[in-house]
């Protein structure tokens, strides 16, 4: 069946090794089903080797100030793309309800969803909730992907409020519980208009705590 696979992905023009979730399609390929490179390794839900880094330290849920160029800003952009949250600003989008301003958005954005842990030949789904006036306002769809790496990919189906967006925190592993926890970094002197860009500020000047 391997040989099969990587006779498959040459005609594909690629040398990648299939997916370990859909190897039960290339069974089918070896009884005759014609080659079809963007339904196998990309499939619908995205591909975990084609998306954006989103790496802003101000998405960080402990960042709350409004006076910094560019405010308020904006996720649109986002719902046309896949996207991994990384970096200092956080790696997930937080839970709890939270009001503006708060990571550089008007309307902050949480996500309600329990993370796969398997990889799966179709998107998992949740519920990104916006905070306009009052918790969990508006609320639109949002397609996960979990990545061989054990990390996820994102892309929201709808933007329906502007200036809004997703706040994020950092995920760690603590010493004394085995689950995964927030972890904020807490800015205690960030002067966006001296200190450019502003991940020169975060890095001088943050410390950890536990959510």
């Known amino acids: ?63 709350a100030s409004s006076s910094f160029s560019g405010y308020p800003r904006d996720d649109g952009h986002l719902s046309s793309q896949w996207s991994r949250f990384t970096g200092i600003g956080g790696d997930r989008i937080v839970e709890g309800c939270h009001s503006a301003p708060r990571g550089g958005f008007q309307y902050p954005t949480r996500f309600s969803f329990g993370y796969p842990t398997e990889e799966s030949a179709t998107a998992y789904t949740g519920t990104g909730y916006i905070h306009s006036g009052s918790c969990d306002s508006s609320s639109f769809v949002v397609d996960v992907v979990f990545c061989p790496g054990e990390f996820y990919i994102l892309k929201p189906r709808s933007h329906p409020v502007s200036t809004s967006g997703f706040i994020t925190c950092k995920i760690v592993q603590t010493f004394n519980d085995s689950r995964h926890r927030c972890v904020h970094f807490l800015c205690l002197i960030i002067d966006c208009q001296r200190c450019q860009p502003l991940h020169r500020c975060v890095r001088a000047t943050c410390q950890m705590s536990l959510d």
Request: aromatic share 12%; glycine share 4%; charged share 15%.
């Open 1 to 63: 069946v391997r040989m099969h696979c990587i006779t498959w992905c040459a005609l594909c023009q690629t040398h990648l090794p299939p997916p370990a979730p859909l190897v039960q399609r290339y069974f089918a390929f070896a009884t005759g089903m014609r080659c079809n490179h963007h339904d196998v390794f990309r499939s619908h839900t995205g591909s975990c080797d084609n998306y954006v880094n989103v790496t802003e330290p101000s998405r960080n849920v402990a960042f």
